[in-house]
């Protein structure tokens, strides 16, 4: 027998490399959503994997890290908030 | 202030009031719907507390940055305490932005922090109470009477937590156990509460770490004036 596939749809579905039920420790959004200012999950809206351990959107940590008072630190665990170039 | 900041904040702080509201040690609402400016009173529920039975009332002023920013917390009948000012406001380091005062002695692991909540803020307040931070006092008599006349401090503390019951509001039901109990700590990570490797101090002792650490210094410092 001879088959011949004349038509198909591909469905593939992704998710961000870490733990499903974990949420951003800022805004408390799932990382597989987004942060609040953004609609659209995925690459618009990145998540940012610290190098003490901690991840966030990387939006809401860079919110963060912007004012002054944050001195730049984790604001989980107050290390210096430093990522792992991908 | 941009708007979207504004908008941020209202969404978290919606789903943070739902989840108080749950709590049965306290009694939250916003003001005339307003999500920035809260009415709560702390229920102390436990039975080994000085303060069990009390209603404290007080006013939550939440930034339109926040969680970027601590909010601002005012009990509206000011309580005789060490760490409490006569104003109502508290000298609290969790409420402190992680900048501010280099000089007081707090640890940037005690301040504010964007991960911190009002739950924890609340939490941290109630802990306060019974773990009053002499040595730094906003009120300085109620500091020297805590040292040398804890009886008449507790007397003061005692008259304090009944007129605190007149602001129970008529129809509130006032709990009178612990029964829904506060849910577990949302942080499960391990070194969350650890000082930072560059951390010189912080070798202290872990009892107060129970919710996190409470430590206060504002005011003038303590002096031995015996």
């Known amino acids: ?86 | 202030m941009s708007v979207d900041e504004r908008k941020i904040a209202e969404r978290m702080l919606m789903l943070e009031l739902k989840e108080i509201q749950k709590e049965n040690w306290v009694n939250a609402e916003a003001q005339n719907g307003n999500l920035f400016l809260w009415d709560v009173a702390l229920v102390v529920l436990n039975p080994t507390s000085l303060y069990h039975g009390a209603y404290l009332k007080a006013e939550l002023k939440i930034p339109k940055d926040y969680p970027m920013s601590p909010p601002e917390f005012r009990f509206l009948r000011p309580l005789f305490h060490p760490n409490i000012y006569k104003d109502g406001k508290l000298c609290i380091s969790i409420l402190h932005q992680p900048g501010e005062d280099e000089m007081s002695g707090e640890l940037a692991s005690e301040r504010w922090s964007a991960a911190q909540r009002i739950f924890t803020v609340l939490i941290s307040i109630l802990s306060l109470l019974d773990d009053a931070e002499v040595s730094s006092a906003a009120n300085v008599d109620a500091s020297v009477m805590l040292r040398k006349d804890p009886e008449g401090y507790k007397r003061i503390v005692k008259e304090n937590v009944e007129t605190s019951k007149r602001d129970i509001p008529a129809g509130f039901q006032m709990p009178t156990s612990m029964d829904n109990k506060p849910p577990p700590k949302e942080e499960e990570d391990d070194d969350f509460w650890c000082d930072s490797g560059d951390s010189d101090f912080g070798a202290d002792s872990d009892e107060d770490m129970i919710f996190g650490r409470v430590f206060s210094a504002c005011g003038s410092r303590w002096q031995a004036a015996d």
Request: proline fraction near 6%; hydrophobic fraction near 30%; charge should be negative.
């Open chain 1, 1 to 86: 027998m001879k088959v011949t596939i004349k038509t198909y749809n591909a469905v593939a579905y992704w998710r961000w490399d870490a733990p499903s039920d974990d949420v951003c420790g800022i805004c408390r959004v799932q990382f597989d959503g987004t942060c609040p200012n953004c609609r659209f999950p995925g690459d618009d809206c990145p998540i940012l994997n610290g190098k003490c351990g901690h991840s966030f959107h990387l939006h809401c940590v860079n919110d963060w890290i912007q004012t002054e008072s944050s001195r730049g630190l984790c604001p989980m665990c107050r290390q210096k908030f430093e990522f792992e170039a991908e």
